[in-house]
């Protein structure tokens, strides 16, 4: 085992501190008594409650919950679908094209999916508002949850689908009985990501949005072009603490499945 030295120890807490000293600022401002953000004039949570009477800010909330709910569910629909087919399904015609078509997105500039996403809706005269913006972060957001799911895939000893089979089960009996448990875990963390993506865009949004559809990003980002206000600090906390309990709630729920996954494999080895 490599030492623990200061060097590691100060790379380390330099690193940490570039990625999370800017959000404790945040989160310690939100608090601020003072309507100055980089004043600091007491301890006071009355910012909260203007939030909570802001009603522009509470229905791009909403809105933007709910695309990034139907957005991420979609998207590990079909991203476990792609990942199934390309780790499954070897050899196919058009196999590299499509897994090319699943992984494009990854690597192309939201500036160009947002444009071509806002070409295609006004060349089949859908009008943009929620629907489109489900349909443009699904888009992006599957080719993550194919990638998580994909990796699992790849490790998934397949004998347990072919015992399925030999008990009488159809490929899809053995699929959501035996597959799809197994890898849950992969599913569940690529919807998460899927959901933080999209509670997260901002280019791609801004170009499958309507009049009546905006969404919290593209709130955030008007409202700060007049100057960050002690309300934008008190709901980015929010935010913050939405992904964490996310975050920490995939990490226990990930771990909870890994024990009990091992623990049943030991009592099958044991019988």
């Known amino acids: 085992m490599r030492r623990f030295t200061w060097f590691n120890a100060t790379s380390l807490t330099l690193g940490f501190a570039f990625l999370y000293l800017p959000m404790v600022i945040l989160i310690v401002y939100s608090f601020n008594e003072s309507k100055l953000v980089t004043v600091w004039a007491g301890f006071s949570t009355k910012w909260y409650g203007e939030l909570i009477r802001n009603e522009a800010f509470l229905?791009?909330?909403?809105v933007t919950l709910r695309?990034?709910?139907f957005s991420s569910t979609l998207a590990a629909i079909l991203g476990t679908m792609a990942a199934y087919v390309l780790v499954r399904a070897n050899r196919f015609p058009g196999r590299t094209l499509f897994s090319g078509m699943i992984y494009a997105p990854l690597v192309m500039p939201e500036v160009?999916?947002?444009?071509?996403?806002?070409l295609l809706f006004i060349g089949i005269g859908l009008d943009r508002g929620i629907l489109t913006i489900v349909l443009a972060h699904t888009t992006f957001s599957m080719c993550y949850v194919s990638v998580v799911v994909s990796s699992r895939l790849a490790s998934f000893d397949i004998s347990l689908e072919e015992a399925a089979l030999d008990l009488g089960c159809s490929p899809f009996e053995a699929f959501r009985l035996v597959t799809l448990p197994i890898i849950a875990p992969a599913v569940i963390s690529g919807w998460l990501l899927a959901f933080t993506l999209s509670l997260d865009d901002l280019v791609i949004a801004s170009f499958a949005a309507g009049p009546s559809s905006t969404t919290l990003p593209i709130k955030i980002f008007s409202a700060v072009r007049l100057g960050v206000s002690p309300e934008i600090n008190a709901l980015s906390t929010i935010m913050i603490a939405i992904v964490t309990v996310g975050v920490i709630s995939a990490s226990l729920i990930s771990k909870r499945s890994a024990v009990r996954q091992e623990a049943e494999t030991r009592a099958a080895e044991r019988t």
């Open 59 to 62: 229905d791009a909330a909403w």
């Open 67 to 69: 695309v990034a709910f």
């Open 112 to 118: 160009i999916t947002g444009l071509s996403l806002l």
